[in-house]
């Protein structure tokens, strides 16, 4: 038998299983299982490691000006920005490896219209109501710091980053705090002109001491034959 035979039921059944992912169907054909998965592990929706801010050095607490700093804002979006730079990367993977596990949240654009599709399928109220202006990305099950003026930090220190242009800023940070003590955080985008040209959108956030950060690929995120974000 030929080589090329041995490879065809394979190369069909990765043919099939593409055509059964929920974003390749109508919304009409989804079952219950499609539109979970929309929620929970799609291009939209990703499961991501929460990692450690590092901690500040004594020179950085003394040049601060206040000897009982911990993390600071600026330390890091610093670190944030990092993140995405070569050595920083390894860097901040070593230090987080310092740490426990703090396990996982899912970050999912709210914004998308599959997403949408998939929260009216399943009845359930989502956020992407307010998609009209902004692309709304929000972060699940996160511990989120309980202070009056939580919100304005959280959004001086997050942001969209393409390559090669203007980072986009959040206009807003909204909270949402659940009874089991974990909360969601809306992060508000005011919408930009986006492409598939824009290969990689890195989103990032620091939450208290903690920090997340994803990478989400424009080349995935389509949604019959359309950019959706």
């Keep these: 038998?030929?080589?090329?035979?041995?490879?065809?039921?394979?190369?069909?059944?990765?043919?099939?299983a593409a055509d059964n992912l929920p974003w390749q169907?109508?919304?009409a054909q989804?079952?219950?299982?499609?539109?979970?998965q929309i929620l929970?592990?799609?291009?939209?929706?990703?499961?991501?490691?929460l990692q450690h801010v590092r901690y500040l050095s004594e020179f950085e607490?003394?040049?601060s000006g206040n000897w009982e700093a911990d993390i600071g804002p600026s330390i890091g979006l610093a670190a944030l920005q990092g993140l995405f730079g070569g050595v920083g990367l390894s860097e901040a993977v070593r230090r987080?490896?310092?740490?426990p596990d703090f396990g996982n949240v899912t970050v999912r654009w709210e914004s998308a219209l599959p997403v949408r599709a998939a929260h009216d399928k399943l009845g359930v109220a989502g956020q992407g109501s307010r998609s009209a202006g902004y692309f709304i990305i929000g972060v699940y099950g996160i511990e989120a710091p309980n202070r009056w003026n939580i919100a304005p930090e959280l959004r001086r220190i997050a942001f969209l980053r393409r390559?090669?242009?203007?980072?986009?800023?959040?206009?807003s940070v909204e909270i949402e705090r659940h009874p089991d003590g974990l909360s969601t955080v809306l992060y508000l985008f005011p919408r930009s002109?986006?492409?598939?040209?824009?290969?990689?959108?890195?989103?990032?956030?620091?939450?208290?001491?903690?920090?997340?950060?994803?990478?989400?690929?424009?080349?995935?995120?389509?949604?019959h034959e359309r950019l959706e974000l």
């Design 1 to 16: 038998m030929e080589r090329s035979e041995l490879l065809l039921p394979f190369a069909a059944v990765l043919l099939f």
């Design 25 to 27: 169907k109508p919304v």
């Design 30 to 36: 989804w079952e219950t299982t499609d539109a979970k």
């Design 40 to 49: 929970e592990d799609s291009p939209w929706a990703k499961s991501v490691k």
């Design 61 to 63: 607490r003394r040049d």
């Design 96 to 99: 987080a490896h310092q740490f």
């Design 163 to 171: 390559v090669n242009k203007k980072d986009i800023k959040p206009s």
């Design 193 to 223: 002109e986006i492409t598939s040209r824009d290969a990689v959108l890195q989103f990032a956030a620091q939450i208290g001491e903690l920090f997340v950060a994803q990478n989400f690929f424009t080349a995935d995120m389509q949604f």
